[in-house]
């Protein structure tokens, strides 16, 4: 896997997200890789993550197809383009949509891989497809159609 | 709209969603009632559920959706067969899948009110739309397609 997350390349003033922003102290802080041509997310749920007792509450199953879809998107990008993603100009992506089919319920207490991989670029949009396993069994499936984030979202004007 | 919410009918070993469940004391503790044909939740996200700074957390906005969308799915079952929420036999529902439409970015700091509505009640499957405002400005859509719970994931036999 690639060393560094996808989610440590995001700017300081875009790195407050309350799933995967490094500088959000409440937040889950999940952290993207590439794994050849799959990224890959992983994380454990807090015991009170849950829906039923003993199963993973299913909005915290989307806040991660969520996160890992934008941070995929970023990266497949700048993959796309051939440059890094520390270099100029920013890509950063907001979700337009999202969708989760939940397969089975999902275990508490073992840690949760979600894998992704790019299904297509179509100028501003990156559509990405995802999978969640517990213990190796697959227990979701999402999309998620990533757009380039408008500039009149970014919290300042950018050099 | 009603005076107790949907959640406050879920037996108590069914009342510790992340979500929604009124005996987690880490959750959001979302709250659905009726109001006429149409169901409503609503609620003000904490500073930290930032996305990007100014706005609402993606993954928060489909939690809200997905719970509201299961109580909705509940309250819209009985309904349907003429009885309370508090009567026998119990009507419970899972997410079977949870599709979001972020039509706008959505304000941080400014209460939220979702409404749903019942699609159609087909067999054990329940389809709930769902629109969240803020400030009266639609910024989401949703659709949540609800599963009566399995007996197996019941946490304990029933009575």
């Not at 319920?105 to 501003?124: A, D, F, H, N």
Request: some cysteine; overall charge negative; proline content about 8%.
């Amino acid at each position: 896997m690639s060393e560094k997350a996808f989610q440590d390349y995001y700017p300081d003033d875009l790195a407050h997200c309350y799933g995967c922003g490094r500088l959000n102290p409440d937040g889950h802080q999940f952290k993207s890789y590439w794994d050849g041509e799959e990224s890959v997310c992983t994380f454990t749920p807090e015991p009170y993550h849950t829906a039923i007792p003993g199963y993973v509450y299913g909005g915290m199953i989307a806040s991660i197809i969520d996160c890992h879809g934008t941070g995929t998107a970023a990266a497949a990008a700048y993959r796309a383009e051939g440059r890094p993603m520390d270099s100029e100009p920013l890509l950063r992506y907001v979700t337009a949509s999202l969708h989760v089919n939940y397969l089975k319920p999902t275990p508490l207490g073992v840690e949760l891989e979600v894998r992704g991989r790019l299904k297509e670029i179509k100028g501003r949009k990156v559509m990405i497809e995802e999978e969640l396993y517990a213990d190796g069994v697959i227990c979701a499936r999402g999309q998620v159609v990533a757009v380039q984030i408008p500039e009149d979202m970014l919290p300042k004007p950018r050099a």
